[in-house]
């Protein structure tokens, strides 16, 4: 009807009308996935590692970092404040199409900071989802080969290429979406050298692994990794090291890579890169893959986002607070002294054994999978959000806390995760 106004829907400023909007018009399964975990929460303010509900009236000690993506705290000043600058000195996201010299700035910083000389170029994205697109291009370019091997419990995307490598029965989306399945190669236990020998042809294009099981945490070999390397030498494949999780200081180093004796073809980065700021990721690279993927075709990879100054200025930033001595020597000692803590809290309960650890990737073990999600939630309750619950054995709750975290943060943690534990063994 002419001069007729559509209703809308009148915008909910309550956590629970906000959850409840969630489900009856928007993400749905997002928001019940959250609320059968008994996560009834919205986040308002925010601050280092703590987060509180949209009223302000409950606390928590954020032990997720959305995965990794605020390793520097939330709201971190120093991350702010450059893009602050750069906003009042009237930049934006640019042109896509005329260089510009944050993002040579930023190339140039990770060649230096890289874990090996050899990763001396690098494609700057919007997302590590878009990282692992790029690093499959160019796998399938440069060896003309069109097929991934990935371990099938790991994590690298949910879109495009990354999802089909990304093939959990739990948070994979191949089979849902219909997605083509010849591109996909998956083994189903990480650490095993036979299974993995088993997977591999020389029409596999490329490996993608990550230095931890995703579902776990528990870390990789050196032996489990040289191995990869070697198998992927000899078939002529490239092997891809996605630093989603582990780069940007987690492991107490820059890069989880540095704590082995390896040299692989493609590290991706991504979350923290972003200090939870503005997005970006980084696909580092050795520069003849570089030289062949990049610049043999007059466009090659092109984003109207992807590398914009603002990105660039802000993980320029990233990198340098980092990749700085002082940052990673107490990273490794405050999470150290998380893993110490843990560790007693495991010993003093009937229901939790310690789990592993690797910088800022620390688990403890409950007894099943059931008291695992008992567990979840009644950290929660007591003021902690852990990363998740693994959904294969063993069955860790896993504490991924911002990289700023304190003693008094660890003492937090210990003290919830002691009667959280002391709740669930009772019921």
Same mark, same amino acid.
């Given at each position: ?18 959850? =409840? ?61 450059? #893009? ?20 040579? =700035? ?43 091997? %990935? ?16 093939? &959990? ?59 990869? =390397? !070697? ?6 494949? #490239? ?21 082995? !004796? ?56 990233? #990198?340098?607070?980092? &990749?700085?001595?002082?940052? #990673? ?39 099943? %999978? ?5 567990? &979840?939630?009644?950290?929660?309750? =007591? ?45």
């Amino acid at each position: 009807m002419s001069g007729s106004v559509l209703p809308t829907a009148t915008t909910p400023s309550r956590s629970s009308e906000i959850l =409840q909007a969630f489900v009856e018009r928007s993400w749905k399964s997002n928001a019940e996935r959250q609320l059968n975990k008994g996560i009834d929460l919205v986040i308002g303010k925010r601050d280092g590692y703590f987060i509180w509900d949209l009223e302000g009236e409950r606390r928590w000690v954020d032990c997720g970092s959305a995965g990794g993506v605020h390793s520097l705290g939330h709201h971190p000043p120093m991350v702010a404040d450059v #893009l602050r600058k750069a906003l009042d000195d009237g930049r934006d996201t640019g042109l896509w199409s005329i260089p510009n010299a944050a993002y040579l =700035q930023l190339q140039d910083l990770l060649t230096r900071l890289a874990p090996t000389r050899s990763l001396n170029r690098s494609v700057i994205t919007l997302a590590s989802t878009v990282s692992v697109d790029v690093a499959t291009m160019f796998a399938f370019r440069f060896t003309r080969r069109q097929k991934m091997l %990935a371990y099938r419990h790991g994590y690298h995307g949910h879109s495009g290429f990354a999802a089909l490598v990304t093939g &959990s029965h739990e948070e994979g989306i191949i089979d849902y979406y219909n997605l083509p399945k010849g591109h996909s190669v998956f083994f189903d236990h990480y650490g095993d050298l036979d299974e993995l020998e088993a997977r591999f042809s020389d029409d596999i294009a490329a490996v993608i692994i990550e230095a931890i099981d995703y579902e776990t945490f528990v870390p990789a070999s050196e032996a489990y990794l040289k191995r990869i =390397q !070697d198998l992927c030498r000899r078939h002529k494949a #490239l092997f891809i090291l996605d630093e989603t999780r582990t780069g940007i200081g987690r492991t107490g180093k820059l890069w989880a890579c540095s704590h082995y !004796d390896i040299e692989p073809d493609m590290i991706i980065a991504g979350k923290g890169l972003s200090g939870g700021i503005y997005p970006v990721s980084a696909l580092l690279v050795r520069q003849e893959i570089y030289d062949v993927c990049m610049n043999q075709h007059k466009y090659a990879y092109i984003s109207s986002l992807g590398g914009n100054e603002m990105s660039c200025l802000v993980a320029s930033k990233v #990198l340098e607070v980092a &990749s700085d001595p002082g940052f #990673l020597s107490n990273v490794q000692k405050v999470m150290g002294s998380l893993k110490v803590a843990l560790d007693k809290v495991c010993s003093e309960s009937n229901i939790l054994s310690p789990g592993t650890a690797f910088g800022g990737l620390v688990t403890v073990v409950p007894r099943d %999978a059931e008291a695992g999600r008992n567990l &979840s939630r009644a950290l929660f309750e =007591q003021g902690v959000l852990v990363h998740s619950v693994s959904e294969i054995p063993p069955y860790a709750v896993k504490f991924l806390p911002p990289l700023v975290l304190d003693e008094a943060g660890v003492k937090l943690v210990a003290e919830a995760l002691k009667n959280a534990a002391s709740k669930v063994a009772r019921s």
